[in-house]
């Protein structure tokens, strides 16, 4: 044993990051092992062609908790969150319907399709703000474990309770149905424009083996509604420089307040003395020593990879055996020579500043998955695109444009195996289904990046690629995160922790798990 | 993008102050002027022609039609004669209101609804199974306001119907110089008016028609900010402003029930049925925790708390829409939603929301001002509303 220290973190990713920055804050002496030489884990901007900077994997920000950004001063490390003002889905037919953040432009572009759905839609507004309110506090408190007698977890559950109770009936009723109803059902009841029930239905499915029509979507509609900036709900933003800016914020801010950092250094196990773990051996086989190991792995790495056969309960390892990945999504990165053109828009314009959404109807949503659910990808996929260049132009040559386009679904257990003849078919699919819209964008591509579920995995170290570290879905959620009991951030195995987004709350680049777990350390120790 | 009226080639063009003003959606003039002054004494002394196009309108029509109305509002529209125009709040199940504004029974099976906001869903919904056409005509008729004294003179000059005959919210067809209109003697002023209401098309040459009639008489186009301070001397409430629509409202404590508005006499609870009528029942047995009343900011002590920083007192050159406290003996007991400076009244008045129990007329209590950047207490009288009503109006 060469080096001792309070914390090692596993994981240079954005949660595991976020924790070593709160433990160091508090002042932990913190390590951050990270076996890739950059840092982010998912979380990364690299200029893959030169001239072209690409948020590689994870592309936007949603939920990264705004008190992460105060706490550890995140702006000052050169975090900038720039806001995406609207969603475009184009249309088959030519046409196109947008959601804007004006009320007033949003009123006007919806009430183009139906004048009904344009009310619906600030009605609906209301009920999943209050929704999202009524829900939230449950993301910044240590998941309690209803089982548990332990005096903590009473009051945790007591005050959950009380939230509850405290829900008029009609807003219990609502979350009822969120909890329960499939997102393409539970936007049935309010809306009739085909194109807007798919585009919104979409958030119900990204990053989930699941279609618009699985019930327990709906649910995951509200999770994505909860996104917040600047205390400001449903603002999704696009971080200045890519998203490895927020984790190179993160990084800088962990540094500032005195923890090490070391990429290049991958972690071959966990060290367990006495049924508790006390350090780690890297792959070089340098052995460290820590009071506390924080694993920001995703729950089967963690458990299955680090640990040996025997370091864990039998029904733990069961549990942790069933939780479900199922990555089926992937990325195409395209540098482009010239902006999309499409069909009826402008050429320029504040419509491409925001999302594009390919998902013209919750058929089409739906038929994508049918393929998915049989392991074909998805011919005709959902997409979320963006633009980064227009609105950060450092991210490409001037004049030349970076494209983001998120793809689902590709399901990692593709029939066959992913190959590299897949990863391009897949590809293809996907600019032809774009091109089908706009037309001029098989011409404009300069280089393309394909990313499989098995590339995620392969290269960040995800299990079957899943963006979320396991699946977001209702019985993932919470107390069940990643396993029911186990949910604090502890684990079977004493002085062993997890931070990563396969923990409560869960994914979505909003550094709360990471928060959390540093909080329960920091609790537990004090 | 925001809407335009059909005014808006004529609006635009006398808008010399570039003051513009979001109004649902569309864009209209806060003040053509560079002050809103000689607007704002248009309508007191001569006429205003203000553009109201943005309000939402909706033509009911069919077997049904009284009947929906009758169902979504707490007024009596069953039994309203062909002509009636009636102002109606309209209230959710639970007896909170969602929004005002009026219905003209335009013939036995044809309405006109405006509304602040658009209401089309909420109306469809409560139709179902009625035998009735709603249709959204909010684009398709233009709509202006004419008012102050002068304005049936005005518009007398141009339509051959007698308008001494149209009695205050009454409505009629007419014909305006060649073109199809229904005048209605109605308004957000509390002062003699009208407003007419005109497809579309037809509006530019309504508007052409009315300034050149009313130049003698000394008509000015008007904007909001004008009609904002008359609407407060006429004790009318806007929604958003003066209260939060059910629909909007994010916590309980946000709605109220027309009672606590002061529109306890639009509500007829000898209706057999109405939305909302089960809540209101009760609510009227327990009497409004809240009333909704005119509060004037006395001058005498507003010029005290501006003597001791050796000023002269300062009052609001327009309108304010924020909510200020109301106190007694430290106590807060209100808040004061929409106030300003009346030129014509020479008062300075607010309107407020006040606890039952402190709301009586005449009562004394304390408004929040601000003084040389300094919070204070300025004497505040409850009064009733309206501040203005001349007998013109009704006349």
Redesign the interface.
């Known amino acids: 044993m060469v080096k001792k220290c309070d914390a090692i973190v596993i994981g240079g990713g954005h949660n595991g990051l976020v924790c070593a920055a709160y433990l160091a804050r508090a002042g932990k002496r913190a390590l951050v092992l990270e076996r890739r030489e950059v840092l982010g884990g998912a979380a990364l901007s690299e200029e893959v062609f030169p001239g072209f900077t690409f948020s590689v994997f994870s592309y936007v920000v949603s939920l990264l908790r705004p008190e992460i950004i105060r706490d550890l001063d995140l702006p000052r490390h050169g975090l900038h969150i720039l806001p995406l003002e609207s969603t475009l889905t184009p249309l088959p037919d030519g046409g196109h319907i947008a959601q804007w953040n004006d009320h007033?432009?949003n009123?006007?572009e919806l009430a183009r399709h139906s004048?009904?759905d344009?009310?619906?839609y600030?009605?609906l507004g209301?009920l999943l703000?209050?929704m999202a309110?009524a829900v939230r506090p449950l993301l910044g408190m240590l998941p309690p474990d209803p089982a548990s007698l332990r005096v903590r977890d009473l009051a945790s559950l007591a005050r959950l309770g009380g939230h509850l109770r405290g829900l008029?009936p009609e807003h219990f009723h609502a979350l009822h149905k969120l909890l329960t109803m499939s997102s393409a059902d539970y936007l049935d009841e309010w809306f009739e424009t085909e194109a807007l029930k798919a585009t919104k239905s979409a958030s119900g499915i990204i990053g989930t083996m699941l279609g618009p029509r699985s019930p327990g979507t709906a649910y995951v509609l509200l999770h994505h509604y909860m996104g917040e900036l600047d205390g400001v709900f449903r603002a999704w933003g696009f971080a200045k420089g890519g998203n490895g800016s927020v984790s190179a914020a993160i990084a800088a801010a962990a540094r500032r307040f005195g923890a090490e950092i070391r990429t290049g250094a991958p972690v071959a196990n966990v060290i367990v003395k006495g049924h508790r773990a006390v350090g780690v051996a890297l792959e070089s086989g340098e052995e460290i020593q820590a009071k506390v190991v924080v694993s920001g792995a995703d729950p089967r790495r963690t458990f299955l990879d680090l640990l040996g056969p025997g370091q864990l309960p039998d029904d733990f390892v069961a549990a942790i055996r069933r939780f479900r990945f199922r990555g089926a999504s992937g990325k195409v990165n395209l540098a482009l020579a010239e902006l999309p053109r499409f069909a009826g828009l402008p050429d320029a314009g504040p419509h491409l500043r925001g999302a594009i959404s390919i998902s013209p109807s919750v058929d089409y949503l739906e038929r994508a998955y049918d393929e998915a659910k049989y392991g074909e990808f998805s011919r005709r996929p959902y997409l979320d695109i963006v633009i980064p260049s227009l609105l950060d132009p450092a991210m490409a040559p001037p004049g030349k444009h970076v494209m983001s386009i998120f793809a689902q679904y590709a399901p990692y257990a593709l029939n066959g195996g992913w190959t590299d003849a897949r990863r391009e078919a897949f590809g293809d699919a996907v600019i032809d289904t774009i091109t089908e819209y706009a037309p001029n964008l098989k011409g404009a591509i300069l280089h393309r990046q394909v990313i499989t579920p098995a590339d995620i995995e392969r290269t960040v170290g995800l299990t079957e690629g899943n963006i979320f570290q396991g699946e977001l879905t209702l019985q993932q959620m919470f107390f069940f995160r990643p396993v029911p009991a186990w949910a604090r951030y502890a684990t079977p195995v004493p002085g062993l922790y997890q931070c990563g987004a396969g923990t409560h709350p869960g994914g979505g680049v909003m550094g709360a798990s990471g928060r959390l777990a540093a909080q329960a350390i920091l609790g537990e120790k004090a | 993008m925001l809407k335009t009226t059909p005014f808006h080639p004529r609006t635009a063009a006398l808008c010399a102050s570039y003051a513009w003003r979001r109004w649902a959606g569309y864009v209209v003039a806060s003040s053509y002027g560079l002050s809103h002054e000689h607007e704002y004494h248009a309508i007191r002394s001569a006429a205003a022609l203000l553009d109201i196009s943005p309000l939402c309108k909706y033509l009911v029509r069919g077997k049904d039609a009284a009947r929906l109305l009758d169902r979504v509002v707490p007024r009596d529209v069953a039994h309203a004669e062909v002509g009636r125009v009636l102002y109606t709040p309209w209230c959710d199940a639970a007896g909170k209101v969602l929004d005002d504004g009026t219905i003209a029974r335009l013939d036995d099976a044809l309405f006109r609804m405006t509304s602040a906001d658009p209401g089309l869903r909420w109306l469809e919904d409560n139709a179902l199974g009625l035998d009735v056409e709603i249709e959204d005509a909010t684009d398709s008729i233009a709509a202006l306001a004419l008012q102050g004294p002068a304005s049936r003179a005005i518009l007398q000059e141009v339509c051959s119907k007698d308008l001494g005959a149209l009695k205050y919210f009454r409505t009629t067809a007419a014909e305006l110089r060649g073109a199809p209109v229904t005048i209605s003697r109605t308004g957000y002023t509390g002062d003699l008016g009208f407003e007419v209401w005109v497809d579309a098309p037809d509006a530019l040459a309504v508007w052409d028609a009315l300034i050149q009639a009313g130049t003698p008489y000394g008509i000015a186009p008007a904007g909001m900010l004008a009609l904002d301070m008359a609407r407060i001397e006429a004790g009318l409430m806007l929604i958003d402003v003066d209260y939060i629509s059910a629909r909007k409202a994010l916590i309980p404590q946000q709605t109220s029930t027309p009672f606590e508005l002061g529109l306890g006499w639009a509500v007829n609870l000898d209706k057999e049925n109405f939305v909302g009528k089960r809540a209101l029942v009760e609510a009227a047995k327990r009497g409004p925790a809240w009333r909704f009343m005119g509060v004037e900011i006395e001058w005498e002590s507003l010029e005290e708390l501006y003597a001791d920083v050796k000023l002269a007192p300062q009052v609001p050159a327009a309108v304010w829409r924020t909510s200020v406290p109301l106190y007694t003996d430290g106590d807060q007991v209100g808040y004061a939603t929409s106030g300003g400076w009346s030129p014509l009244l020479k008062r300075y008045i607010a309107l407020a929301h006040i606890e039952s129990s402190h709301a009586a007329p005449g009562t004394r209590l304390e408004m929040e001002v601000t003084v040389e950047h300094r919070r204070m207490h300025a004497t505040a009288c409850v009064v009733r509303r309206p501040f203005f009503d001349p007998e013109r109006k009704r006349a």
């Open positions: 007033d432009q009123r006007h004048l009904r344009a009310e619906a600030d009605e209301r703000h209050q309110r008029a």
